[in-house]
Nanobody
């Protein structure tokens, strides 16, 4: 019914930039928000940024505004711009869609949404 496919991950050197994409198929008006999460081994999953698909409003968690989120509604695609990456940014990045803006973009309850398969980002010199 709803599928999210992330892409754009790979190996990148510290200080460089990377843009991740999330293509949503079967998207309907029932899903009002999409967020980016990431997780590294030994660390808790953390939300990064969130966008309201209806009007483009954006929200950021833990002051990670250096990774802005945007979307192209005509392409049903959400982007995560990763600027000035460091080794700490290594991990698997996921996009998550939810029907409720508050629980995704404020409570960061990504476990209640629909997840993509993830894309791996490795920052190494």
């Amino acid at each position: 019914q709803l599928e999210l496919v992330e892409s754009g991950g790979g190996l990148v050197q510290p200080g460089e930039s990377l843009r991740l994409s999330c293509v949503v198929s079967g998207f309907t008006s029932n899903y009002h928000a999409i967020a980016w999460f990431r997780q590294a081994p030994g660390k808790e999953r953390e939300g990064i940024s969130c966008i309201v698909t209806d009007d483009g409003s954006t929200y950021y968690r833990n002051s990670l505004k250096r990774f802005p989120i945007s979307r192209d509604k005509d392409k049903n695609t959400v982007y995560l711009q990763m600027n000035g990456v460091s080794a700490a940014d290594t991990g698997t990045y996921y996009c998550v869609a939810d029907t409720q803006i508050y629980r995704l973009c404020s409570l960061w309850r990504g476990d209640l949404g629909t997840w993509g398969q993830g894309t791996q980002v490795t920052v190494s010199s």
